[in-house]
């Protein structure tokens, strides 16, 4: 059964959690769903939806005093992506737009293996998501013993088409495009999200705003 996270059931939880933190999580729980803020790979749906069907968009926003990074959890880390992936670091003043997303709570075991928090790839985070209907009180995800490490064309690619399929700010996504990449041909994680996204590529004008660099 498909669950939607509303503004109103979040804002009251976000309430709750100055309180009190155990709180939270128990109220997220009894709704059903969760709230995730994506802002890597995760932004496009396609990706997102490999393993976790039931992911429904919410809201953009807007982290603030984080920055993101691109990098991998230690020194000759091989991925399926060949390069830095994203995660967010504090760093007062900057910030970091994303997605939020609304899963079922049986995606949360999904969601968690993805981010690899049992291997100790990345550590859940809650974190205040400003929206143009306020705070939201979201999950993420910060990578552990970041070791930077620049992205793949093909990751970046993701991360491009996800940010211009949510529409976030045309000045991020302008950012996004300058990010640096390993120059890397070859099979990536990229080729079978793209099998899922041909769709919105021939519908919208999304290749012209991501492939230039
Ligand atoms: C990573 O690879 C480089 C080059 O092969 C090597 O010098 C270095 O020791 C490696 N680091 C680790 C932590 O394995
Ligand atoms: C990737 O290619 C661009 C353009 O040819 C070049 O400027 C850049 O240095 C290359 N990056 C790497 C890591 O090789």
């Not at 804002?11 to 729980?29: A, R, S």
């Not at 143009?132 to 999950?139: E, N």
Request: proline share 4%; hydrophobic share 35%.
């Amino acid at each position: 059964m498909q669950c939607q996270c509303k503004y109103n059931q979040l804002l009251k939880v976000f309430v709750f959690k100055k309180q009190n933190n155990l709180l939270i999580t128990m109220l997220v729980t009894t709704v059903g769903c969760f709230l995730y803020f994506a802002f890597g790979s995760n932004l496009l749906k396609e990706r997102l939806h490999l393993a976790n069907p039931t992911a429904t968009f919410v809201s953009t926003g807007r982290l603030k005093d984080y920055k993101l990074n691109f990098g991998l959890w230690g020194e000759n880390v091989t991925t399926r992506w060949h390069g830095g992936v994203g995660t967010i670091e504090y760093s007062p003043g900057a910030e970091v737009w994303g997605v939020i997303w609304s899963l079922n709570n049986e995606d949360l075991a999904n969601l968690d293996s993805q981010e690899g928090v049992k291997d100790g790839f990345y550590t859940p985070l809650t974190v205040s998501v400003e929206t143009d209907k306020g705070p939201v009180v979201c999950r993420t995800y910060q990578m552990n013993n970041f070791y930077a490490t620049v992205a793949s064309p093909q990751y970046k690619e993701v991360v491009c088409l996800g940010a211009v399929q949510n529409n976030l700010p045309d000045e991020y996504v302008t950012r996004l495009k300058a990010v640096q990449t390993n120059n890397y041909t070859g099979p990536s994680l990229r080729d079978q999200i793209m099998k899922k996204v041909k769709k919105i590529i021939t519908t919208h004008t999304i290749p012209q705003k991501c492939n230039e660099t």
